[in-house]
């Protein structure tokens, strides 16, 4: 059993040998680390979806401002 790659990060650098230990001999800490290796996980997923769901966004909000001035040109020909 490894150390989740989510606990090895800034926060806990200092903290890198007693990590491991706790991590492998102290049930409760493993559970504690991963619940918050989990929610680390979850976290960057919906960050990806909310970036994703942005780009999405811009692009009908500039596709309908497009087609505005294309039915504005065609009424101000046609009327």
């Known amino acids: 059993m490894s ?4 606990l090895y990060n ?6 890198n040998e007693s990590l491991k230990i706790l991590y492998l001999v102290d049930d409760n800490f493993k559970s504690i680390c991963d619940e ?7 976290a ?9 769901n942005f780009k999405h966004k811009l692009e009908y909000e500039n596709l309908s401002k497009e087609l ?5 040109i065609y009424l101000i020909r046609k009327g």
Do not use: A, D, M
């Open 3 to 6: 150390v989740p790659k989510e």
């Open 10 to 15: 800034v926060k806990f650098v200092e903290y």
């Open 36 to 42: 918050y290796c989990k929610s680390k996980l979850k």
């Open 44 to 52: 960057e997923k919906f960050k990806r979806k909310f970036e994703k």
């Open 68 to 72: 505005e001035e294309e039915i504005l």
